[in-house]
């Protein structure tokens, strides 16, 4: 993924992570197109990472909320979400790349106001879907879901699944 080595060239020592919107699609009952790519960084350097895409002409969102992404982000478009990395996210390697696991990108969907199109009911579908179709592995679901402050709302929602 090319942001990525963008990034880590220019800020080879702070922790990144990426992901792409359409990574979701498959989950998803209602069909909504999400182009988006999210690079999540280490508190301390987000801010300079979203600076120096902007720099470079991406067009980049610094930890959108609810209503900026209703109001202002088409998710047809290429957009980049930069956000702050939780820590101990549970994280996996593909072609040496850092990206999410499910469980981090289930437990975020639920949590960040970003993901407010995919809340609710919506959730449920979605958490459904991926147990049905993946192995997600619980305790790890859990564990990231217990470092946001979501654990027994999660637990209970894939007991009942």
């Known amino acids: 993924m090319e942001i990525y080595q963008t990034l880590k060239n220019k800020y080879p020592f702070t922790k990144i992570c990426v992901y792409e919107g359409p990574w979701i699609s498959p ?9 988006t790519i999210y690079v999540e960084v280490e508190k301390d350097a987000s801010e300079f990472v979203f600076d120096h895409l902007r720099v470079d002409g991406v067009k980049a969102f610094y930890k ?5 992404v209703y109001r202002y982000i088409n998710l047809d478009e290429r957009n980049v979400f930069v956000k ?28 960040d106001p970003d993901f ?5 009911s919506e959730y449920v579908r ?24 979501v654990k027994e709302e999660l637990e209970k929602i ?4």
């Open 27 to 35: 989950l998803l009952h209602h069909i909504a197109s999400n182009q």
């Open 64 to 68: 959108p909320d609810q209503d900026m």
């Open 84 to 111: 702050n990395l939780v820590s101990e996210a549970p994280l996996q390697k593909v072609d040496d790349i850092p990206v999410s696991t499910l469980e981090k990108i289930l437990v975020d969907i639920y949590c």
């Open 116 to 120: 407010s199109y995919l809340q609710g």
């Open 126 to 149: 979605i958490a459904e879907n991926a147990m049905t179709i993946f192995n997600i592995n619980k305790t790890k679901l859990l564990r990231y879901a217990n470092r946001r402050g």
């Open 158 to 161: 894939y007991n009942e699944i």
